[in-house]
């Protein structure tokens, strides 16, 4: 594995990592780029085209205002969600916007946007082509960037991830290696992801950044408890986790044997509601699926016995670690394979952390992960109007759910099981390559067709 569990963790805005995150990281980058070729002075104006899913759904996914915060140089970990609308209110009404904040340049959204949701580029159907042209019209620079999912873009001249080769004490390619690699080592799983990343960071920078993930994480299912009224967008779509919160706290909610569920429904939801309306978030692994680890970690935290910050630590080591071999041999990409790859990673993270917070062997971990997976196999990515809404929003509350029945399932087994994570994550890829385009995040199928009639 090249991909620290500290990539995989942003700390951003919503609604989307892939749509929203993304490009706001490319378009940042290429003003940068500008910058570094001693260019940036001379460009008068740029045209950026959008092809692909990120077209198809781009406008309900944030991707017109991210790509113009990039350009003027914001960055989704510190940008303050309180303060887009202002950012974008001084675009549009100034009809520029100034490069990394330092050269303006004409910038309207009819002439300087290019949708072209019907064209893919090869690679990655979330591809973006930035040109800067001077004050003659002769263009100064190109690039093509792919948002690629959980945030991460690769640029188009180069192979790989943006993330540069590491050496870790314990490599692994798959999750067959991770165990054989534990086994021989005598090293419980956290243990053996916890060495890794200590190489790559170091153990205060390791448990700063854990600590802190885990606080953003925390304070987004908060701040949902605690909100109310309707998700922008315009499909009416009412805030329920801050209702739902306030009926289990009701005295004597309690004794109904199935609010556990409740419980997880109401945390899922506040995270993505909170999404929703572009607050902030954490990719786990991405934003359309980042209410179910927090979800599954925020009842474990409150309701079993013998949670403490350390096992939180190990959960979050662990579902990492799960998140990257994703990552690094199928797709976290609703794009490229539908949402299995997004609710289902984030369910089989989830189901594995739990378990290694709970004391789970490396093997029931494992199967865990593979269970949680499993039962995602297939699923589409069909949001209604572009908006990371519905189903986005109660999916991410199922997946929770399963998460710890999946968990609990690998922990009641005796003995080997059938099938591998490994086998389920290339099962994963292989549904995803075969799955029609329209049910891959454009809006042209599934919910997104049927459902949307009674609104027009």
Request: charged share 20%; aromatic share 6%.
């Amino acid at each position: 594995m090249q991909t620290s569990i500290l990539d995989l963790f942003k700390i951003g805005i919503g609604p989307s990592s892939s749509h929203t995150v993304g490009p706001m990281r490319a378009a940042r980058a290429f003003a940068e780029e500008l910058a570094g070729r001693s260019v940036l002075g001379q460009v008068a104006c740029l045209q950026v085209e959008i092809f692909g899913s990120l077209a198809a759904t781009g406008i309900g996914h944030g991707t017109d205002w991210a790509i113009k915060l990039g350009l003027a140089g914001h960055d989704p970990r510190q940008v303050y969600p309180a303060e887009v609308p202002k950012l974008l209110e001084d675009i549009r009404t100034r009809q520029s916007l100034s490069l990394l904040g330092s050269h303006a340049v004409i910038f309207v959204d009819e002439k300087h946007l290019l949708w072209r949701p019907a064209e893919t580029l090869a690679r990655h159907s979330n591809g973006l082509r930035f040109t800067a042209f001077d004050a003659a019209g002769q263009p100064l620079h190109m690039q093509v960037y792919f948002s690629v999912g959980g945030g991460f873009i690769e640029r188009g001249d180069e192979v790989g991830s943006d993330d540069p080769d590491r050496a870790m004490p314990h490599p692994y390619a798959d999750a067959a290696q991770m165990l054989e690699r534990a086994a021989s080592a005598g090293l419980a799983l956290w243990q053996l992801v916890e060495q890794n990343e200590c190489t790559l960071h170091g153990r205060e920078e390791l448990d700063r950044r854990l600590a802190e993930i885990w606080a953003a994480m925390s304070a987004c299912i908060d701040r949902g408890l605690q909100a109310e009224g309707t998700l922008p967008g315009g499909l009416g779509v009412r805030r329920r986790a801050g209702r739902l919160h306030a009926r289990l706290s009701t005295p004597g909610a309690g004794i109904d044997p199935m609010s556990s569920m409740d419980w997880l429904n109401a945390y899922a939801m506040a995270v993505n509601e909170e999404n929703a309306c572009g607050g902030r978030v954490v990719t786990a692994p991405t934003n359309g699926a980042s209410g179910v680890l927090p979800a599954v970690l925020r009842y474990y935290e409150r309701f079993m016995p013998g949670a403490s910050p350390e096992t939180i630590r190990r959960f979050l080591l662990v579902a990492g670690a799960i998140g990257v071999l994703y990552l690094e041999n199928a797709s976290i990409s609703g794009a490229e394979v539908g949402c299995q790859g997004e609710v289902g990673v984030a369910c089989s993270m989830a189901a594995a952390g739990l378990a290694a917070a709970l004391g789970a062997s490396n093997d029931e971990i494992e199967h865990a992960a593979e269970i949680g997976m499993e039962h995602h196999l297939g699923m589409t990515c069909d949001p209604v109007r572009g908006l990371v809404q519905i189903p986005c929003i109660e999916r991410n509350a199922i997946g929770a759910v399963k998460a710890v029945n999946a968990c609990r399932m690998a922990m009641q087994e005796r003995g080997s099981h059938r099938v591998s994570l490994d086998e389920v994550m290339r099962t994963m890829l292989e549904t995803g390559r075969d799955m029609q385009a329209r049910y891959k995040e454009t809006s042209l199928a599934g919910l997104a067709v049927h459902a949307v009639r009674r609104w027009g």
